[in-house]
């Protein structure tokens, strides 16, 4: 065997690979977005795409369920593929496209029709439809232990589609709710024969998914980790033991109280009861196909094909995107462990850092009881009262299992402050790290705001010296002097300070040892106290806060107005039901056309009360419009997170930090969103709603809803927009 | 407006302006004063209608309404209506014959409220309740030339519905009920007047004029 100079390099390059994709991570990550071109399906209307599709089964049996069937299975498809959530052209979706290339190599026509777009959803989970799309979760992604299961994951959904299963399990639910053999008392039974027949469906694509894959040079050995990645999906990505020292230093640490001692073993049960679900339990899955997992020829079968390291990378970015998918999805605890996990890789990456402390700040804030006013921009809404409707609680540790229950039962019992300290530390130190990084900079001040504002701790709160330090002076002072008498206060003073330094209380007070001897810190702890001065400072730079006025009784549906310039509208939803029967069916057709409609009547209202607008929407896309299918996407991704905190107007939006651009561009921070859902049964029910919302700040500048027993007809829908949009332009009187 | 009753009623509509024209009224596309016609009919069952001809009982309104609050509109008009009274006795002597027919010609101003319901979403859009007063200057006349003049008053409820269409023209339609009070209310005005003694005729072909009416409308949102 001769080796070349060209063969070295290969050789080289390869063993650099993994070095590259470590060193993509090491610093920072940016969240991945579509590129290219976008394939038809974005362009077609859902309208366009069923009147093809309704033709094919003109001359087939169940005719008309089909038909709604495929209407609204083209309709759900087509919010799905604008939504927001999926992917076009990203390194993910290239990737398992390449996987599925490889699976289909020998079947050319089938590969043809099938197209695979990964989506930015945590959840561990891929679906098929009928029509040939198949999606692939990034949490998935995130669990998967090599490509081998990638492939069998899916050719479990090619089979789905070639089967044709989705359409053919409506039709036999539309056969079981009209079987007279069910009548007597058997809602029950019908609700179950839906489920033998989905499980039967399961079986078989498990089934010949597997012949499609001995047929591919995949491994099938390795298909044996596959139903472990479905049975153990609720558990975090890798097994890592948390540690306390994660948030310590020398001076901060963490008393053992918080640190739960044992964590509860991961319970094996792949034999639940699967009687009403859609999926046989694991059990029963591995059992049926486990004695055609053996071939002949497994040696020569392999679990990486495409390419071990581009799977490696994958699964790396479906693992960075999952920390901020946990945090868009308000699990916090799971984002700070992900990131944890994940920052044993990358100790330095920015981006993992900005989610532990996002995370940590979203939990505090639902710790802290806020009364009172909360600080508003005029004309915002206000929400002065409890805010437990839309309050985030910490789910019970004990009902969690393996190595992140530590962080649960830990983040569960730090009370209000100690978290609050907890998480200045660790901010203000990847502040340090990186002090250009804006996102940092500002939930320092954050953070130190909730330290001062919701925990009422001040600058003299914190202990300048160590607790070794305040030992040896003890030690020196412990005789005083015979003719010096102390006082009673500082008697008791310093009986407690003997109590903390020899003891693990108060944690807290020892925390910024280390943080006060930094310039930065003492001067934006210092300005942020004297700021907000809810407690008399030493200095005579102390405000009194002010008596709260008097407001004016506002009349009944009296709202304010908040003379706004400039809205972007995002495209608006419009829904027409007709209920017939004790039955509701979508008129698919009809709202497509209302939507437009409403679109065109928020523009002729903006005119007439000289508003300016710009559009973030999908509306008419063509190939080229990446940036724009990118836009609707962030705003998307923002809105969902926004919609989880309610009417909590205090937690970060965490996708803000991104949406910074579209601001600029736009030219304005309000977005506005506007939404019809009518219902006509014997009479016509309409509810409108009308949101107005900043994407800097995440506060819900206006919510409306309306409704009302009439017909949504032009001139109803052009006097809600206009009253809604009225009370955004209007300036209030001075 | 030369009547101290009217001078009255002008600042009756005025207050009740000042009650309900707040803030923060959307108007129609932000127009809220409409001007338009409506007629209100029926067939005439009960008595004459215009002059003695058979048909129906009309009465043409100009109309001005304003959108004073979200649910409401403050209304005024001016309304036209032709009818008359049988008489038997000295103008029937005088022609001899047993019963001539005298005409009775009304101008009539109105003054109300129109409250749109809890289903419409704002006005000028939806069904609504009216409620009107309405002062009526009617004038006796035989052959052209007026006998005596009168003075009532009536109280009107109109139930209907609007609508809006091309964004500028108000749709009406509706039932209206209307009530002439009798006995010392009915004889508010000029109870010592020349000609007093048709008054009761005159009242009750009034009465029986407005009792019941069908009510369309059509305006023009201007301001």
Redesign the interface.
Known sequence: MTFTISTFRIAFALLLLPCIAQAQFDKNYTPISSSGTLPEEFIKTARAISEEDVRTVANESDRRAKEQFIIANNYFLRDLLLGGDVLVNDPLSLYVNKVADELLKNQPAIRQKIHIYVTKSSDVNAYAFDKGFIFVNVGLLAQLENEAQLAFVLSHEITHILKKHSITQYIEEIHLSTDNTYDVGSEENRVLAKYRFSKEQESEADQQGLVMMKESGYSIKALNGAFDVMQYSYLPFEILEFKKSFFEDNNLIIPDTLNLKKTSDIKSNDDYDDTKSSHPNIRKRKGAIEPDLTVSDESSRKKYIVSEDEFKKTREIARMELCRSYLINRDYVNAVYAAYIQLKKYPDNVYLKKVVGQALYNILVNKSTHKGAVETSSGAYTFDDDLSSNKYSIPDYEKIEGASQRLYYMLDKMTSAELNTVALSYVFKAHKQSPNDKVLSNLTDSLFAELVNSNSLFPGDFSKKTKAELKAKDTVKAQPEPEQEESKYSQIKKQQQQTEVATEENFVKYAFVDLLKDEEFVTRFSKMAKGLSHKPLADDTYVPPSKKKKSKKK?K???P?LGIDKVAFISPFYMKVRAKHGKEYVLYYESEEKQKFLSEIQE??AD??HLQYAHISVKDLENGDIKRYNDNALINEWLSERFRHGDNNDEIVTTSEYTQRLVEELGTKYIAWTGVYNKKGKASRNT?FFMLMDIETGKLMKFET?Y???KD?K??I???V??SL??VS?KP?S | MSSPLLKRLGAGLILLLSFHA???V?G???RRLTLGYSLNCFPSLLGPATYGSSGLNATHGFNLEYIAG?KTNVCASFQLLKTGVYETGGYALENGEAEVLLQLPSKNITAGLKFFS?????SP??KYNKFELMVMFSDLAYKGKTLYSYKDFALLFTMGRQ???F?RLVLDGGLQFGFLPAGYLGGLFNSVEPGYEYHYAVRERLFRHQLFNLHLGVSFLTL
């Open positions: 009349k549906g009296d709202q107005l002729k209202c007439r009360l409108y309306r009302g027993r009439i007809t001139d109803v052009t006097s809600l206009y009253n009225m009370h209007k009187k | 707040v803030a923060q959307p129609y596309m932000g979200k809890k289903s419409a979403q704002f859009i939806g609508r809006v269409v964004n």
